[in-house]
């Protein structure tokens, strides 16, 4: 039995509201169980000094956790982020670049600010998650304005965790399944049904080809309802 009487396959409860933000051309807050995030999108007329030479915009990811989203109060990152919080705003990064046509962008930034305002696992996925809301929101806002000529994202994106937890394979893992895991993987993926990122690990016991394939299978069918929901809540029908 999981923590919150989920089944395996089940995703744990989840809305997203788009415009939660009052200033930002894009935003979105993404709650997760008792994971809340919050992603808002800044347009900057400016592109890195290196992006110049290639044309076209640039879109990069920053993420942070507040000082007491979890259980105990973590240090506020003042100077510079440590490794951890680099490789998810890398991968939230990545994950939005990979379907976004950056020469449609013009040279422009767009700047995905990720707080986990509360956090209870899978943090990382759900910022993915509410990053493409915002970017979208950002993108009609350009459209609105006729700074760009046609949109610049191919297609939906999403993630989500999986994981085994005493043998049992797992969709969207909370933070007491997290902590316990023996494998822990983090999925990212397209519309389409293609894989844009996998990260997983054995965190104990190595794990089979079959364990993988159930694993990822979960994972498309978590996915698919979340990109469902992005599209109702853009109005993409």
Not at 177 to 186: F, G, I, K, L, P
Not at 218 to 231: H, S, T, V, Y
Request: proline fraction near 4%; glycine fraction near 10%; hydrophobic fraction near 40%.
């Amino acid at each position: 039995m999981r923590p919150d009487g989920r089944q395996p396959d089940e995703l744990r409860p989840f809305s997203l509201q788009p415009g939660f933000s009052k200033f930002a051309e894009g935003s979105c807050l993404m709650k997760l169980g008792d994971t809340h995030v919050l992603v808002t999108a800044t347009v900057e007329d400016r592109v890195p000094g290196w992006r110049r030479a290639e044309g076209g915009g640039w879109l990069t990811a920053e993420y942070s956790m507040l000082p007491r989203s979890g259980r105990e109060r973590n240090q506020r990152e003042l100077m510079k982020p440590n490794g951890r919080t680099m490789e998810i705003q890398r991968l939230i990064g990545r994950s939005l670049r990979a379907v976004t046509d950056l020469s449609a962008l013009g040279e422009r930034t767009i700047t995905l600010d990720c707080d986990a305002i509360q956090a209870d696992g899978g943090t990382r996925t759900a910022a993915v998650t509410a990053a493409f809301v915002a970017t979208f929101e950002a993108q009609r806002w350009l459209l609105e304005r006729r700074l760009i000529k046609k949109p610049f994202l191919l297609e939906p994106l999403a993630a989500v965790s999986v994981g085994v937890v005493m043998g049992q394979e797992l969709l969207d893992l909370c933070y007491e399944e997290d902590s316990r895991a023996s494998t822990d993987m983090n999925v990212v993926m397209t519309a389409s049904g293609k894989f844009v990122e996998i990260q997983g690990t054995a965190e104990s016991e190595p794990f089979t080809h079959q364990t993988l394939a159930k694993m990822l299978g979960m994972a498309k069918r978590g996915i698919d309802l979340l990109i469902e929901a992005q599209k109702e809540v853009l109005g993409l029908g």
